[in-house]
């Protein structure tokens, strides 16, 4: 088989002829650091890995020239540079609309980018993004160019429109995630609303998306995870919006990964319930998840495919060559063993030595089905 093969089928719930073995966004900072700044693809086809490609030019709040360039005439985003320390970079951005100004700030480092200040202060703010902001367009040129390139090496991750895919983790990124929580209690229905808007955004975007080689669609976030709200409040304020999400990409003909960073205790049957096709990232205790991806994956029953498990830092960066051989046996035969299964890192990795990464693809590599 090839990757591309072998991944559709683990993803399709069947047995390919072996595991597929792959990472999790591979993050610039790794390859330019490490692998002397070459392409994602690039570094999957060195390490023998099964290529799993993100094309996300829909997220917004962490790239400056995406907020800016997403300005029309009622939405006007200038982005301010505070500090341009590479380890502490600040940037300011105002979003200027008919009705009134959003600020909001984030600070960065050579890693990743966090939000320090959020867009929605007041409620009425939201409507602000409800009349004003826009709501870009799948670019199905870059796409498929994208799909070309990577041909049989791997498939082609796409993403929705917004910070975070789903409704709930994308409101998390424009308010503080306490303030989100303890508003269900005090004003559902203005949380309801919010929810409502990006909602409304994110299918538009979806039509746009009619077409688009896409082998999979990332969906949900950790933001929607039960290490933060409650199994109650992610049948309330997730599931509705996810199955809405999900119906409306099943209809363009895309699968579904639905993404927790491992929090999916108590969460189980609403996650089969949105309507994906896959979960990811079945993150361990050991790196931040709240069950082991073997738990999971027994309250799943098959129902889903099922991506990740690997801990990135303690297993892949820290372990000796041995225990991530044994790690990677121990996923295959206790998550694996009858496919539906893509053994994955758990999540981002930064300063992890090459070597290491090489003893992971070989290890997963060898786990050959009968």
């Given at each position: ?18 595991l ?21 693809l ?5 390490f023998?890995?099964d ?35 590479p380890e ?23 890693k ?22 826009p709501?870009?367009?799948c ?10 390139a ?18 709930w ?9 306490n ?12 949380v309801?609303r ?13 039509e ?13 976030g950790?933001?929607?995870?039960s ?15 996810d ?11 895309f699968r ?5 960073c491992g929090g999916?205790?108590?969460?189980e ?11 990811e990232?079945?993150?361990p ?19 889903l495919?099922?991506?990740g ?9 820290e ?9 990677v ?10 496919g ?25 590599r060898?786990?050959v089905?009968?």
């Amino acid at each position: 088989m090839t990757s591309r093969q072998r991944l559709l089928t683990a993803l399709d719930r069947g047995k390919p002829d072996r595991l597929p073995v792959t990472v999790h966004q591979w993050q610039p900072y790794h390859r330019d650091v490490y692998l002397g700044g070459i392409s994602e693809l690039e570094a999957c086809r060195r390490f023998g890995l099964d290529a799993q490609v993100q094309y996300s030019e829909f997220m917004t709040y962490s790239k400056e020239e995406a907020s800016v360039a997403a300005s029309t005439a009622e939405w006007r985003v200038e982005a301010a540079v505070l500090s341009r320390d590479p380890e502490r970079r600040v940037v300011r951005y105002t979003a200027t609309t008919p009705g009134g100004r959003l600020t909001w700030m984030t600070e960065g480092n050579a890693k990743t980018t966090w939000v320090v200040e959020y867009p929605v202060k007041r409620d009425e703010d939201i409507e602000l993004i409800a009349k004003y902001q826009p709501v870009s367009r799948c670019d199905r040129d870059e796409v498929a160019a994208l799909a070309a390139a990577v041909g049989e090496d791997g498939i082609v991750r796409g993403f929705v429109w917004g910070d975070q895919a789903g409704c709930w983790q994308h409101a998390c990124c424009l308010v503080d995630a306490n303030d989100l929580i303890l508003a269900t209690f005090d004003k559902p229905d203005w949380v309801r609303r919010f929810l409502d808007i990006l909602l409304e955004k994110k299918l538009r975007f979806v039509e746009s998306m009619k077409g688009a080689r896409f082998d999979l669609v990332e969906a949900g976030g950790g933001a929607a995870s039960s290490t933060l709200i409650s199994p109650a409040l992610h049948a309330e304020f997730c599931l509705p919006y996810d199955r809405a999400l999900h119906r409306a990409l099943r209809d363009q003909g895309f699968r579904i990964v639905y993404h927790t960073c491992g929090g999916t205790l108590g969460i189980e049957e609403s996650i089969v319930a949105n309507g994906c096709h896959a979960s990811e990232t079945l993150a361990p205790p050991s790196i931040g998840g709240n069950q082991e991806p073997w738990e999971f994956a027994a309250k799943i029953q098959g129902r889903l495919a099922l991506i990740g498990g690997l801990d990135q830092h303690r297993v892949l960066t820290e372990g000796e060559p041995e225990l991530i051989r044994g790690k990677v046996r121990e996923l295959f035969e206790k998550v694996g063993p009858d496919g539906g299964y893509i053994l994955s890192l758990s999540d981002h990795f930064f300063d992890t030595p090459p070597d290491k990464l090489a003893v992971y693809a070989e290890a997963g590599r060898s786990c050959v089905y009968r």
